[in-house]
């Protein structure tokens, strides 16, 4: 195990992971985007255990958003197959470690041997409590936020709030994630420098770190360096430096 590069002070309490460059990784080798994604599940588990060895409590990771079921139909099929494999084959790696497995987006879009295979992990990993492995799987930030304010819509309309009680924390608490902290750092490999509408409303005060290197190539070393940068900013949420 490498050791830490920081303090436990200086850890951070989520990351959040954009996955980004599979496609362009297999291109480059001249493979199919599909031999890509199946070496960035190699490179998930990696972060998975480097996370778990420096104490982050929450790693969320982008790996399918609401957009991407616009993508050709093998390539969604090969992302699904490995979705289910994944939950098979670190079954036990999440056990041992004491991770519970979640998963964020929009559920009912799944297919349904996807969702008995996510929703089989989420089970059994349940009570474990040493880290959070969330995955973002048919995921959007605007689709995420229309579903909260659809869900407070009703509540008013059903008398239970009022239109008052509507308040950024009432807000927060029906977002999928209303019940984990905001992420601290966001990265994303493979150098892009947009938030492909990921986590809007708990990205506001993180920070970013924009990684040039494709996440099959991405490595503990990476991700360390990636936790150094994050130790060198100031935050003040909008206030003064002192």
């Keep these: 195990m490498r050791p830490s590069p920081l303090s436990a002070p200086q850890i951070p309490r989520h990351v959040a992971i954009i996955m980004d460059g599979n496609g362009r990784w297999a ?15 190699k490179t998930v588990r990696m972060a998975v255990t480097r996370a778990r060895e420096l104490g982050i409590g929450v790693l969320t990771l982008y790996a399918f958003s609401s957009q991407n079921w616009a993508r050709p139909g093998d390539e969604v099929e090969s992302l699904m197959s490995l979705l289910v494999e994944f939950c098979e084959s670190e079954r ?24 008995a295979a996510v929703e089989a992990l989420e089970q059994v990993t349940a009570s474990n409590e040493a880290m959070q492995l969330v ?26 709030l009022t239109p008052e009680q509507v308040t950024a924390d009432s807000f927060r608490a029906h977002l999928w994630t209303g019940d984990l902290p905001d992420p601290d750092l966001v990265i ?17 005060y993180a920070e970013f770190v924009i990684e040039p290197i ?23 949420y909008g206030g003064v430096a002192p």
């Design 214 to 236: 494709a996440w099959p190539d991405w490595t503990e070393a990476d991700f360390d360096n990636c936790l150094v940068q994050f130790a060198g900013r100031d935050r003040r």
């Design 92 to 115: 036990n790696l999440l056990l041992d470690k004491q991770i519970r497995f979640r998963v964020i987006g929009e559920r009912s879009r799944l297919p349904a041997l996807v969702l």
């Design 135 to 160: 995955v973002a799987i048919s995921y959007g930030g605007r689709e995420e936020l229309v579903a909260a304010a659809q869900s407070l819509a009703r509540e008013v309309a059903a008398g239970r």
């Design 188 to 204: 994303r490999t493979s150098g892009e420098v947009r938030i492909s509408n990921f986590l809007l409303w708990q990205s506001a």
């Design 27 to 41: 291109k480059g080798r001249g493979q199919s985007r599909s031999e890509g994604h199946r070496q960035g599940a």
